[in-house]
């Protein structure tokens, strides 16, 4: 079993992105080969439903993601949704995720968009069939300094996807050419 864990944001002060490298360093303590793909370090075209399918980066991402049956999404959440960049990796690679096992990790500035991942995991399990973990993290920035939760009990709660992911991908089995 491959995971990937994908980072979304494109901000270096990113919260999302330190979510993805806590999920991988869960990820490899749980004994899974996981591997980090950060949209930061890439330099992807907007989906113009043509030209950009052809691109090189897209490709590759393309292929990173098609070699894994499982994916966590660390992706900030902006205006009530993922973020642009989640969306537009998603209509770059489409076909590439289909199947896949696919969970959350996400970032807010606000309490009020926990249920803003809906709209990428519908069109995650309706287009392309992927199963969709329903534990996720939401993490508004609130929650960072508040003693009750804090980053400790974030972390705890990104382990909690982490497992979730190995164990929901482990069950069903699937291998990447299937």
Not at 8 to 25: K, Q, T, Y
Not at 98 to 110: L, M, R
Not at 136 to 163: H, K, N, Q, T
Request: proline fraction near 5%; charged fraction near 20%; include cysteine.
């Amino acid at each position: 079993m491959r995971l990937l864990v994908l980072s979304c944001s494109l901000n270096p002060d990113s919260r999302s992105r330190a979510f993805a490298r806590v999920a991988l360093d869960r990820l490899h303590s749980h004994g899974a080969d996981a591997t980090l793909l950060d949209l930061s370090t890439l330099d992807l075209p907007m989906c113009d439903g043509e030209a950009a399918y052809s691109d090189p980066q897209v490709s590759a991402a393309g292929s990173q993601i098609s070699a894994v049956d499982g994916l966590l999404v660390a992706a900030p959440i902006y205006n009530f949704d993922v973020n642009a960049a989640a969306k537009n990796l998603l209509e770059l690679t489409g076909d590439a995720w289909a199947g896949k096992v696919v969970g959350f990790v996400c970032a807010a500035g606000g309490q009020s968009s926990y249920m803003s991942v809906l709209p990428f995991a519908n069109s995650l399990m309706l287009d392309f069939r992927c199963f969709i973990l329903p534990r996720y993290v939401y993490a508004p920035a609130a929650e960072i300094s508040d003693p009750r939760f804090g980053e400790a009990a974030l972390a705890i709660r990104v382990d909690e996807v982490a497992r979730e992911l190995i164990r929901v991908t482990s069950a069903l089995g699937r291998t990447p050419a299937e």
